[in-house]
């Protein structure tokens, strides 16, 4: 994610979540020409997608481990807040499910991920301030 404090209502970043992020993460970076980086997770590396002329950080491919192991393989994008908990509340009486609750995200801020009525998946972040 961008280092800069990322506009409410916008989409600022991008994930995928798979089994096989070695193969997704080549795929991806022959098809598109991204240049992945390695992103530390501990015990393997998930990674950063970078644009191959500037070397812009603007996806992710993570393994489908820890606090990922149950989302779904699919691009998951992060759509900023301003207030998570706020947010998780109106999701929840609006008919949505938290599929994983609010998470400190270091000292970027918070996420979590919905599923929104119709079945559609995709996470919240809340910028620190």
Excluded at 67 to 96: F, H, M, R
């Amino acid at each position: 994610m961008s280092t800069s404090k990322p506009e409410v209502g916008t989409i600022g970043w991008t994930d995928l979540t798979v089994a096989n992020a070695e193969e997704i993460r080549d795929f991806y970076s022959k098809v598109t020409g991204w240049k992945p980086k390695a992103l530390s997770m501990g015990q393997y590396d998930d990674y950063v997608m970078n644009t191959p002329e500037t070397e812009t950080s603007v996806a992710g491919v993570c393994h489908a481990r820890g606090t990922n192991a149950e989302l779904p393989p699919q691009w998951l994008i992060y759509i900023t807040v301003a207030d998570i908990s706020l947010s998780v509340s109106q999701c929840k009486a609006l008919g949505g499910k938290i599929l994983a609750e609010p998470k400190n995200y270091g000292e970027m801020g918070s996420y979590c991920v919905i599923e929104d009525p119709a079945g559609a998946v995709c996470a919240l972040f809340e910028p620190k301030a």
